[in-house]
């Protein structure tokens, strides 16, 4: 069965944002623990490119998929998980990239959506936070998605906020759905 294109954030309310994550379902991986099995032999490029056995896995269908059985374990890798299998997989920055945001509100009331290189949709709010690193110099922002995995914000999307945070004044930050996200580094 062929899975449904990612989601168009330009049509989409924040409403319809809410509602389709109510309605997304993942694998329960952090309830899966079974023995570890080995290397996958998967990598996710900084840039959010999936590779396996060296070949960037060109079906998007298949990296979504791979998407929803990725774990972060309590020693800070990644682990792609089954029920019955545990394998490595080396991920050189995030394992996500956010491609795409959309704001409704402004200042406090503003709430933002991000769509993911793998269609996945997250709202910044408290659960959610938007954190600020600076690697050689230059601002690195990161979106939390869920148990430990974040998604490094794309340069674009991230003007984009810088742009918010500068039209809402200072402190430099961006607020969404009642959170305040400072835009220093941490």
């Given amino acids: 069965m062929p899975m449904p ?17 109510a ?8 309830n899966w623990h079974p023995t570890h099995c080995g290397d996958s032999e998967m990598r996710i490029a900084r840039d959010g490119t999936w590779f396996h056995q060296g070949s960037p896995i060109g079906r998007p269908a298949m990296v979504a ?23 490595d997989i080396v991920v050189e920055d995030a394992p996500f990239v956010a491609v795409e945001v959309k704001s409704e509100g402004a200042g406090r009331t503003r709430e933002l959506a991000f769509r993911l ?23 690195r922002p990161y979106l939390h998605v869920r148990a430990g995995l974040e998604a490094l914000v794309a340069r674009p999307v991230f003007y984009e906020l810088a742009d918010m945070a500068l039209a ?17 580094a941490a």
């Fill in 5 to 21: 294109p990612p989601p168009d954030l330009d049509t989409m309310s924040l409403a319809d944002v809410a509602k389709a994550l």
């Fill in 23 to 30: 309605e997304k379902r993942l694998p329960p991986v952090e």
């Fill in 65 to 87: 998929l791979f998407s929803t059985i990725l774990r972060r374990e309590a020693d800070g890798g990644y682990v792609l998980v089954t029920p019955g299998e545990k394998l």
């Fill in 117 to 139: 290189n793998t269609g996945d949709l997250v709202v910044a709010d408290a659960a959610h936070a938007l954190r600020f690193e600076e690697h050689d110099g230059e601002p």
């Fill in 168 to 184: 809402d004044g200072e402190p430099l930050g961006v607020w969404s759905a009642g959170t305040f996200f400072p835009m220093a």
